[in-house]
T-cell receptor, first 112, second 113 residues
Framework: QKEVEQDPGPLSVPEGAIVSLNCTYS??????FMWYRQYSRKGPELLMY????GNKEDGRFTAQVDKSSKYISLFIRDSQPSDSATYLC????????????FGKGTMLLVSP | DSGVTQTPKHLITATGQRVTLRCSPR?????VYWYQQSLDQGLQFLIQ???????AKGNILERFSAQQFPDLHSELNLSSLELGDSALYFC????????????FGPGTRLTVL
């Protein structure tokens, strides 16, 4: 079993839809959870950072973490064509140094 | 713009050759990370440096090496290149390196012919 798994997609939705992107992980040592957005062949950019179970909201984005089931979600409300990108979940362990374990990402396509 | 710079943007070379990729972290960041991204493998962590010293090692091949200099810029050296080394190489930086946010550079696209 891979440490971090994401459905590769592509996930195609119309503009304005609510998008749900999901990620599962196997390592119970993961303590914090990041979502990165990557436009085609560009550097990933951080979207959300959560350090505990529960929900965190930032504008149109909500990150949800359920440590008991090792399940992470990213919700995008009122999706826009500019949201079309690959979304990478990246849990990490804070042990004095930081290494993130990236999922392979889910490609999202939002059509106008 | 994340503030992390990488040079060159593109690199085309032949098998067996050696190349050096360069990264300048954001101002104030002490940690530098190197990642490799290929189409089938996703983002793979290679190595982390903190203030000049190696902090963590991932799936880095013996043919690859890195270092972080006193001015905190970092170089990733790839030698005896193989076709399978063709990938995007990203550098990221963070303030400390213990669970804080990593900011990624634009990447270097390496093509080995």
């Amino acid at each position: 079993q891979k440490e971090v798994e994401q459905d590769p997609g592509p996930l195609s939705v119309p503009e304005g839809a609510i998008v749900s992107l999901n990620c599962t992980y196997s390592n119970s040592a993961f303590q914090y959870f990041m979502w990165y957005r990557q436009y085609s062949r560009k550097g990933p950019e951080l979207l959300m950072y959560t350090y505990s179970s529960g929900n965190k909201e930032d504008g149109r984005f909500t990150a949800q973490v359920d440590k008991s089931s090792k399940y992470i979600s990213l919700f995008i409300r009122d999706s826009q064509p500019s949201d079309s990108a690959t979304y990478l979940c990246a849990p990490g362990v804070d042990s004095g140094y930081s290494t993130l374990t990236f999922g392979k990402g889910t490609m999202l396509l939002v059509s106008p | 713009d994340s503030g992390v710079t990488q040079t060159p943007k593109h690199l085309i070379t032949a098998t067996g050759q050696r190349v050096t990729l360069r990264c300048s972290p954001r101002s104030g960041d002490l940690s530098v990370y190197w990642y490799q991204q290929s189409l089938d493998q996703g983002l793979q962590f290679l190595i982390q440096y903190y203030n000049g010293e190696e902090r963590a090692k991932g799936n880095i091949l013996e043919r690859f090496s890195a270092q972080q200099f006193p001015d905190l810029h970092s170089e990733l050296n790839l030698s005896s290149l193989e076709l399978g080394d063709s990938a995007l190489y990203f550098c990221a930086s963070s303030v400390l390196g213990g669970g804080d946010t990593q900011y990624f550079g634009p990447g270097t696209r390496l093509t080995v012919l």
